[in-house]
T-cell receptor, first 115, second 109 residues
Framework: GAGVSQSPSNKVTEKGKDVELRCDPI?????LYWYRQRLGQGLEFLIY????????KSGLPSDRFSAERTGESVSTLTIQRTQQEDSAVYLC?????????????FGPGTRLTVT | RKEVEQDPGPFNVPEGATVAFNCTYS??????FFWYRQDCRKEPKLLMS???SGNEDGRFTAQLNRASQYISLLIRDSKLSDSATYLC??????????FGDGTTLTVKP
């Protein structure tokens, strides 16, 4: 079946512009995660959605970052007024449920370059 | 101090070697534990879950020590295809996942 998809796969933007990244999770997965991975570094947790519960936004680095999820489907991560330090791969993952030790399935990521 | 810390690496080993990675976590309320594998410029993929009693999957053995708050991964008879970055992952009971920075393994002929 279809895995997690993300779009765009690559995005080059000028400093100061807003960008919107999209994630389509696996159908039926109630949990959705966003991570950021800078070159040569580990995954940095950004935000976590579980069903209809309030999202865990504790990893968002600044108020320029926000994310939404429509029900248990598509999620968008928005970065306003992009800065060069926002350049990274943004990974989305989904799983069956956040309260159980289910495997996270990752999308291929969006590579963001801020010039 | 990071919530999840891994051996800094890199590990460079010959084919056939046995190699072990350790990972420590700081949140004693952590509930579930995993090892993921990430190939260069690819997304992470689950390697194995880590159970309290320890578990084995072929050449891979994972162990958990709750008292000392560490997790280990042992790879026996290393193959060239094992070359990758290995990520330790810890979940709280609220579902949030924390990834370690990873340990890079290179297996050489």
């Amino acid at each position: 079946g279809a895995g997690v998809s993300q779009s765009p796969s690559n995005k080059v933007t000028e400093k100061g512009k807003d960008v919107e990244l999209r994630c389509d999770p696996i159908s039926g997965h109630t949990a959705l995660y966003w991570y950021r991975q800078r070159l040569g570094q580990g995954l940095e947790f950004l935000i976590y959605f579980q069903g209809n519960s309030a999202p865990d936004k504790s990893g968002l680095p600044s108020d320029r970052f926000s994310a939404e999820r429509t029900g248990e489907s598509v999620s968008t991560l928005t970065i306003q007024r992009t800065q060069q330090e926002d350049s990274a791969v943004y990974l989305c993952a989904s799983s069956l449920g956040g309260l159980s030790p289910y495997e996270q399935y990752f999308g291929p990521g969006t590579r963001l370059t801020v010039t | 101090r990071k919530e999840v810390e891994q051996d800094p690496g890199p590990f460079n080993v010959p084919e056939g070697a046995t190699v072990a990675f350790n990972c420590t976590y700081s949140n004693s309320a952590s509930q579930s534990f995993f090892w993921y594998r990430q190939d260069c410029r690819k997304e992470p993929k689950l390697l194995m879950s880590v159970y309290s009693s320890g578990n084995e999957d072929g050449r891979f053995t994972a162990q958990l020590n709750r008292a000392s708050q560490y997790i280990s991964l042992l790879i026996r008879d290393s193959k060239l295809s094992d070359s990758a970055t290995y990520l330790c992952v810890v979940n709280t009971n609220a579902g949030k996942s924390t990834f370690g920075d990873g340990t890079t393994l290179t297996v050489k002929p």
